[in-house]
Structures are given as structure tokens and as C-alpha cells.
């Protein structure tokens, strides 16, 4: 059975405080009442393709350092560990609205070729 990661895909952050939660780190957020959180889409549409690049590049890092983890390696959220992905063992599902725009159509292509 092929394992899934899904993650949130925002960041956010605690009025007050410096820590920025993105993507997967959210999930270990002890409180999400008070935080302001930041989308890279609005109503369908790509408005920010650098906030979608930084979200997708974390979610590749966790899932190379849980699968250098699985690996009999030692990967936890916190190492310092440089771990690659082979691309060919994971499937990614990205959506677009049906009438999208060319320009933000671009965009999505651009975020997709992020090349982890």
C-alpha cells in the first residue's frame, strides 16, 4: 500500500510571536487560535507563487528526511540532514480551475518545476 503525506498548504503565525509554522510543521502547532495564516491561492487561483514555492519545497524536505528516516538513517524534524527524493516512487496531484489564466497557469508550471 503506497503511503500518503498530505500537508497543509500555508503558513502561520502566532501574533506576538517569531516562530513561522509552514506546511507540515502546522500539523505539530499546539495552539492555531490567534494565528495568522497566509494562502498562495485565492478562490482557485495561484496569487502567490513564491509563498507556493516555499510551502512545496518544505513538503519535499520533510518527505526526503522521512524516507532517509525509513531508511535505517536518522532524520528528525530538527537535523541538519541532506537528504534527496526519488521522484519516480511519488506521484504529485496539482489542480487547476478549468478556465484558468495563461499568466497564472505560468505560474503554477514555474512552482511545479522546482526541481527538488
Same mark, same amino acid.
Given at each position: 500500500? !503506497?503511503?500518503? %503525506?498530505? $500537508?497543509?498548504?500555508?503558513?502561520?503565525? #502566532?501574533? +506576538?510571536?517569531?516562530?513561522? /509554522?509552514?506546511?507540515?510543521?502546522?500539523?505539530?502547532?499546539?495552539?492555531?487560535? &490567534?494565528?495568522?495564516?497566509?494562502?498562495?491561492?485565492?478562490? +482557485? $487561483?495561484?496569487?502567490?507563487?513564491?509563498?507556493?514555492?516555499?510551502?512545496?519545497?518544505? &513538503? $519535499?524536505?520533510?518527505?526526503?528526511?522521512?524516507? *532517509? &528516516? &525509513?531508511? +535505517?538513517?536518522?532524520? %528528525?524534524?530538527? %537535523?541538519?540532514?541532506? *537528504? %534527496?527524493?526519488?521522484?519516480?516512487? /511519488?506521484?504529485?496531484?496539482?489542480?487547476?480551475?478549468?478556465?484558468? $489564466?495563461?499568466?497564472?497557469? !505560468?505560474? #503554477?508550471?514555474?512552482?511545479?518545476?522546482?526541481?527538488?
Amino acid at each position: 500500500a !503506497a503511503r500518503v %503525506s498530505v $500537508f497543509p498548504n500555508c503558513t502561520a503565525k #502566532a501574533k +506576538g510571536e517569531r516562530q513561522l /509554522y509552514v506546511g507540515d510543521a502546522l500539523l505539530q502547532a499546539r495552539e492555531l487560535g &490567534g494565528m495568522v495564516i497566509r494562502r498562495p491561492h485565492d478562490r +482557485g $487561483f495561484m496569487i502567490n507563487a513564491d509563498l507556493e514555492r516555499d510551502i512545496w519545497q518544505k &513538503g $519535499f524536505n520533510s518527505l526526503a528526511a522521512a524516507a *532517509a &528516516g &525509513g531508511a +535505517g538513517g536518522s532524520a %528528525s524534524a530538527g %537535523s541538519k540532514i541532506k *537528504a %534527496s527524493l526519488e521522484c519516480k516512487h /511519488y506521484s504529485l496531484l496539482l489542480t487547476e480551475p478549468l478556465f484558468n $489564466f495563461d499568466s497564472v497557469r !505560468a505560474l #503554477a508550471e514555474e512552482v511545479r518545476d522546482i526541481g527538488v
